[in-house]
């Protein structure tokens, strides 16, 4: 989609990866500290951004694996720092990090155990019972966690330490009338966990499970008059959505049931076009988190300037073409 179709509006890639660039300069900041729960997902938001945005090299490599590697636990997880205990949600942004930056091998050179530690731990968070996935040691179930198992294992090339199967098999139960997936079975649906949902079934190749046209029309409903998209009915609109939305239709070949220039000239007022990054919606703060899902949203859209993104990882689609083809 070319930036001239939507009116005077453009993308300030140049402020945005200058914006995720000084990201980890903020350390006096109060706000820095209060996120450390979310510091190394917030690497891989900030990596990934820089990457669809035609800047790979703008976070230092070998700070990136280190800082992910002083993150994994004994067990073989990961924490979402150094010192936090491992959580499966930290445990694949360390390994799509790893597989963005071509340092996987890092993990037999230094990391504790090698890829099939990590494998281990998070095979030992199925649920043998349900197939589902628990976040951590404390057995908190969402379907957020099968999703992240899937596409870590699959992407370690270590599927089989799972019982896919079953895992899929629990995606169906959380399955609604109205076509979309909610956290667990019985659930209301949600944007987000149709993503998760959607995303597993696209990485175990049973897409075919999926209602598309019920989903789609679910999916579709989601946008509002502003072009931005909500996760549920009722809901303000949010740029995070244009993934999880977007990333759902694209997976079910209905991302044309959509006004993808309504869209995208939502995604980009919520630009700072002074500061840099994206917020949820226009005239909030920017965030990390909002500026990877609002760049990945653009992309899905193909605007003119981003690098394509794989729908069903939420990377590179370059990389992803790379590891499954080797």
């Known amino acids: ?35 450390e729960h979310l510091r190394l997902n917030g690497v891989y938001w900030g990596l990934t951004a820089l990457h669809l ?31 936090h205990d491992a959580h499966m949600l930290y445990t694949v942004s360390a390994i799509q990090i790893l597989v963005i930056l071509d340092a996987v091998d890092e993990l037999e050179k230094r990391g504790l155990g090698g890829k099939q530690k990590v494998g281990s731990f998070i ?10 996935f628990m976040g951590d040691e404390w057995g908190e179930l ?12 699959s992407l370690l090339n270590l599927l089989d330490l799972v019982d896919v199967t079953k895992a899929i098999a629990y995606v169906q139960k ?21 993503f998760t949902c959607v995303g597993a079934l696209a990485i175990a190749g049973r897409l075919d499970l999926v209602d598309k046209d019920r989903l789609g029309s679910w999916l579709s409903e989601r946008q509002l008059d502003n072009g931005g998209l909500n996760g549920r009915p009722e809901k303000l609109e949010d740029a995070c959505y244009s993934w999880w939305v977007g990333a759902s239709l694209a997976m079910i070949d209905k991302l044309h049931w959509i006004d993808g220039s309504k869209l995208a000239a939502f995604i980009l007022r919520c630009q700072d076009p002074e500061a840099g990054g994206f917020a949820d919606r226009p005239g909030h703060a920017v965030d990390v988190f909002h500026t990877h899902f609002a760049v ?8 003119e300037g981003i690098d394509e993104v794989d729908p069903v990882y ?13």
């Not at 945005?16 to 350390?27: A, C, F, G, Q, T």
């Not at 959380?174 to 149709?194: K, T």
């Not at 990945?296 to 605007?303: C, I, Q, R, T």
């Open 296 to 303: 990945a949203g653009l992309s899905l859209l193909k605007f």
């Open 142 to 153: 969402d379907t957020r966690f099968l999703y992240g198992a899937l596409n870590a294992l």
């Open 174 to 194: 959380c399955e609604n009338l109205d076509g979309g997936y909610g956290i667990c079975p019985g659930a209301e649906s949600h944007a987000g966990q149709v």
């Open 314 to 326: 939420c990377m590179p689609k370059a990389i992803i073409r790379k590891i499954f083809s080797a």
């Open 1 to 35: 989609m070319a930036a001239g179709t939507l009116s005077a509006q453009k993308l300030y890639s140049e402020k945005h990866i200058d914006y995720v660039k000084k990201l980890d300069s903020r350390k006096d900041e109060l706000e820095y500290w209060l996120t």
């Open 53 to 83: 945005l035609g800047c790979p090299d703008g976070l230092p490599r070998e700070d990136a694996i280190n800082f992910v590697l002083s993150c994994q636990r004994e067990n073989g997880g990961f924490g979402a720092a150094p010192g």
């Open 123 to 132: 095979a030992g968070l199925q649920d043998q019972n349900t197939g589902s």
